[in-house]
């Protein structure tokens, strides 16, 4: 779905077209943002940001991939993993925080978006499917005995994604930053869904 990327003058390249529009989208709001804003931040002209991209939808829809892209690479990678379910989900939420934290900006415009548009839909389509990973991996946790049964298991899983994505209303990436919250949300966590 994402376009080729174009080849343009040398430090204006279609990643920096995307960075400079995901930062202005976060600080300003994506309907608030303008094809012009966002040239200016980077000295170009608009014409220019046109040689990179087709629209401010498109950047959009590359912003949001980009986050929910690694969601899903951790969650491949997790579930090719040979342990039981309470470990690869343990590892899942680690590997949100992660993932939250190396794309930070990229996953807050991700979760501020509301379904006004096709793009937004479509984001919002591919968050329930990983919601629903992340359910069946909290069922299956339950089936193996791990996880308390009077728990429901979308529940658990919403309330997990909740703790890690509510770190971008405060958490700050710095390095090393994201491993010791990653722990801190696994232990708060699964401490309280272990039987």
């Known amino acids: 779905m994402t376009a080729p990327r174009r080849r343009g003058r040398p430090g204006h390249d279609q990643d920096a077209v995307l960075n400079a529009a995901v930062r ?12 012009y804003d966002i040239a200016v931040s980077l000295g170009i002209t608009k014409s220019s940001v046109y040689h990179h991209i087709a629209g401010k939808e498109q950047l959009l829809q590359m912003a949001m991939d980009r986050a929910l892209d690694g969601l899903f690479e951790a969650a491949e990678d997790v579930r090719q993993q040979d342990l039981p379910a309470i470990e690869r989900l343990e590892r899942l939420i680690g590997r949100s925080v992660l993932v939250l934290a190396e794309r930070f900006e990229f996953v807050t415009v991700l979760l501020r978006v509301r379904g006004n548009t096709e793009v937004e839909q479509h984001a ?13 991996l909290v069922k299956q946790a339950q089936t193996e005995g791990d996880v308390r049964p009077d728990i429901d298991p ?14 971008s209303e405060w958490y700050r ?23």
């Open 173 to 195: 990436p710095r390095p090393g930053g994201a491993a010791a919250i990653a722990t801190a949300v696994s232990a708060i966590a699964f401490e309280g869904l272990r039987l």
């Open 124 to 136: 919002l389509t591919r968050r329930r499917e990983f919601d629903t990973v992340v359910t069946e």
């Open 154 to 167: 979308a529940t658990a899983a919403r309330l997990l994604l909740g703790m890690v994505n509510s770190l």
């Open 24 to 35: 202005l989208f976060n600080e300003r709001g994506y309907d608030a943002t303008s094809m």
